[in-house]
Structure formats: structure tokens, C-alpha cells
């Protein structure tokens, strides 16, 4: 059993004058992220639901060592990123939209470029790539320059790459953002394919029926802060996903926490 803990984790980040007054703040710096805690399991698929502006991405980037939070810690198991950072790297995947692939190579260009990164033998390599390549429809397209790939291609050919190593733990930030029904279908059915692999998965969305549809539990997040953590059906109550994140929205606005 594989366990990813968020622990009181904590961001704020220095803002221009510019900035200020466009967000109408006094202070030099924006709490992007403030004191939130959760904890996601192998064999599931945890949810950071919230609106653009919520804090998820930030999130996401500490979870995947890409910053450091101010205070608080992440654990990969018992593993700590901030003092084992780089060694915990090869033990999860991340895939964010603001991911560039090199647009003048090809997908096979790129699959073999980071099985070289990640010391995958050919042999092992080959066999991920029919696999993947396979599972996502990209073997037509695996001699096409990125650059005249659809962007729906483009994510998948992503996903693929990201979890090149078999990675214990799947970090997905807005994974089906951007995209048409039918690529965000066959994104969603690869989470789920995660999760019967016994992955540990975290997605953050603001698309409350891909959270519905996937997610085994869930975080709500408004202004740095989680409101609500719990199951789906919990979380749901009896209404939708969307009806319920509004009441709380709302209660917490209103200073009802």
C-alpha cells in the first residue's frame, strides 16, 4: 500500500505593484496556498476540485517537488520532499498542461529520448511504447512532428511519456483540460486503468463531472484553503457535485467554516 500525505502545506508567492491592484491587495505577497492537509491511497483516485485561482496548481507543483512550500511537507510513503526531493522524483509522474513538448520532434523521438532519461533497457522500452502507444492510439501518428499533432494527440503522447517508468504515484494537473469529449474520454478511462493498477492517482480539476465520474474522494478548494474533504457520495449528499461545492462555496465565503 502506497500513501501520498499533504501536510499543512503552505505557499505564498511576492506580487508586483501591477498585481496588486488588479487583485485589489495591499500586501506584497498572495497566500496561494494556505495550511491544507490531505492524504490519497493506492488503489484510488483523489480529487482537488476548485475554481481557476483556487491554489490546485500550486498544490500540484509542490507535490511534485517542483517548489518548496513555505512550511508544511509532503510524504511519498515515509519519504519527505523537501529533504529527498530528488531522489523521490523517479517515483511519480506528473503531467501538467503548461508540459511543452519539443515541437519539431516526433512522438517515437520523444518516447525514446526519455526511456534513455529514465535508464529503461530497449527491450522494456519497446514494450512500453507498443503498450502505450497502443492503449492511446498514437502508433499512426508516432512519425508526425508534435507541431501537426491535434492537442488532444499532444496530451496523450504526454501521458504517455509521463508515465514511461511505471510510477508508484500519477500527478495530474487538469488532465482533460483543452480537450474534445472523445480525447477526454480516453484520458479519463486511462486514470481509471491507474487505479485498477493499483496507482496512487491525484487530479485537480475544476470539471465537476470528472471528478464525479472517477474520483473515489475528494478535496474542495477555495481561496488556499480545502473547505470540504470526503468521499464523493459524501461529499454529493444526495445532490449534485456542482450544487454541493456551491453551498459550500458559499457557507465559506460567508465566514461559515
Known amino acids: 500500500m502506497h500513501t501520498l500525505r ?3 502545506l503552505t505557499k505564498r508567492f511576492k ?3 501591477k498585481q496588486r491592484k488588479a487583485l485589489g491587495l495591499t500586501e506584497r505577497s498572495k497566500l496561494a ?6 492524504t490519497a491511497h493506492s488503489g484510488e483516485i483523489f480529487g482537488l476540485l476548485g475554481p481557476n485561482g483556487a491554489g490546485k496548481t500550486t498544490t500540484m507543483r509542490m507535490l511534485s517537488t517542483l517548489i518548496k512550500p513555505d512550511s508544511g511537507n509532503v510524504f511519498y510513503d515515509d519519504r519527505d520532499v523537501v529533504s529527498e526531493g530528488t531522489s523521490i522524483r523517479s517515483q511519480f509522474a506528473f503531467l ?15 518516447f525514446d529520448f526519455f526511456a534513455d532519461l529514465y535508464h529503461i533497457s530497449q527491450s522494456d522500452a519497446v514494450s512500453r511504447k507498443e503498450e502505450l502507444f497502443d492503449t492511446f492510439g498514437i502508433n499512426s501518428y508516432a512519425d508526425t512532428k508534435i507541431a501537426k499533432l491535434s492537442q488532444g494527440m499532444r496530451q496523450k503522447v504526454s501521458i504517455a511519456i509521463s508515465v514511461i517508468h511505471k510510477p508508484n504515484f500519477v500527478i495530474f494537473d487538469e488532465p482533460t483540460n483543452g480537450l474534445d469529449i472523445i480525447a477526454s474520454r480516453e484520458v479519463r478511462d486511462y486514470i481509471l486503468k491507474l487505479k485498477e493498477e493499483g496507482k496512487c492517482v491525484i487530479v485537480s480539476t475544476h470539471l465537476f463531472d470528472l471528478v464525479e465520474k472517477i474520483c473515489d474522494r475528494a478535496a474542495m478548494i477555495v481561496d488556499g484553503k480545502i473547505v470540504k474533504n470526503d468521499t464523493i457520495e459524501n461529499l454529493m449528499d444526495g445532490s449534485s457535485l456542482e450544487d454541493a461545492f456551491y453551498a459550500y462555496y458559499v457557507k465559506y465565503k460567508k465566514g461559515d467554516r
Request: charged share 35%; proline share 0%.
Open 33 to 38: 496556498v494556505d495550511d491544507i492537509s490531505f
Open 6 to 8: 499533504a501536510e499543512n
Open 15 to 17: 506580487i508586483s505593484e
Open 96 to 110: 501538467t498542461t503548461d508540459l511543452k513538448l519539443d515541437m519539431k520532434s516526433t512522438a517515437n523521438d520523444m
